[in-house]
């Protein structure tokens, strides 16, 4: 399912003041895409994801997927969120099954879909421990089988892995990966991690402080599987962070109060240098 965002403004009221959040947005996913949304803290990204899931509507204008508009929230639109935002009194099994029981599914097919999917993310041996009983990663797992469990045209994630550690964080990467290839839904995922969209994604928006604008594109050319040491990855990722150096400085001149240099965007290295990890 193809996603559409055509000259998109988002404004809300802040302690009886205007904010404008989002400023023309055009952006496309074509269906089966994979595109990361990058940008400084406040920058919009998150809004994005709101207003394709249908959980928040723009100010003007067109926010359309299949070519029609965004009228509410729908199944074919699954979100996953930095919080897991599992239901603590049910098991693994039933946060998975939760969503499949609301859109009418039969009990033996939930059942044998819920499974599915919890085998997909290495679940099937926990699938009767209850939510306290988990890592964060694991957490993220369920989290993404029970969106992954609909079965979506298009998988919206906001930051999923952002509160994990490296280690974790690079296997539920992967986990991902996997399942998209698989699966082949299209995803539009929100991160502050270069090195992430990078490494994840087939094209990346680059979006602008507040009010958010996409500043540029890159393609991500660079073959799957990817190295983190491919020296194409490298340099696309040098590239990436000096177009967002103006504006992390931008938001801490704004915060702060003062001017502070982000040392990337001033002090330039050899691509082979960069490791294009957080903004």
């Not at 904010?19 to 895409?33: K, M, Q, R, S, Y």
């Not at 599992?86 to 998975?96: I, Y």
């Not at 085998?119 to 989290?143: E, T």
Request: include cysteine.
């Amino acid at each position: 399912m193809q996603v559409e965002l055509k000259h998109v403004f988002k404004t809300f009221r802040h302690n009886g003041s205007a904010v404008e959040a989002l400023h023309d947005i055009n952006l496309t996913v074509a269906d089966g895409e994979f595109v990361c949304l990058l940008g400084p803290s406040g920058c919009g990204k998150s809004t994005v994801i709101h207003l394709v899931a249908g959980l928040d509507r723009p100010t003007a204008g067109e926010v359309l997927v299949g070519g029609r508009p965004v009228a509410g929230p729908d199944p074919s639109r699954t979100v996953v969120f930095q919080d897991a935002a599992l239901f603590p009194w049910l098991t693994v099994l039933g946060n998975v099954e939760f969503g499949l029981r609301m859109t009418g599914v039969a009990p033996s097919q939930r059942r044998a879909r819920a499974m599915e999917y919890l085998r997909l993310v290495h679940l099937s041996k926990f699938i009767h421990a209850y939510p306290h009983q988990l890592s964060g990663g694991m957490k993220q797992r369920v989290a993404l089988a029970r969106a992954l469990a609909l079965q979506p045209g298009i998988l919206l994630l906001d930051e999923p892995f952002a509160a994990l550690d490296a280690q974790t964080r690079a296997v539920l990467q992967n986990e991902l990966l996997e399942i998209w290839e698989l699966a082949r839904p299209t995803i539009l995922f929100v991160t502050h991690n270069v090195r992430e969209a990078t490494g994840l994604a087939d094209r990346v928006y680059v979006i602008s402080s507040r009010p958010g604008h996409i500043r540029d594109v890159q393609a991500v050319a660079v073959p799957r599987p990817r190295h983190a040491e491919d020296k194409a990855l490298l340099a696309l990722q040098h590239n990436i962070l000096g177009l967002l150096g103006d504006e992390v400085e931008k938001v801490l001149r704004e915060e702060l109060g003062e001017t502070v240099h982000f040392p990337e965007a001033q002090h330039a290295v050899p691509p082979e240098q960069s490791r294009g990890m957080h903004i």
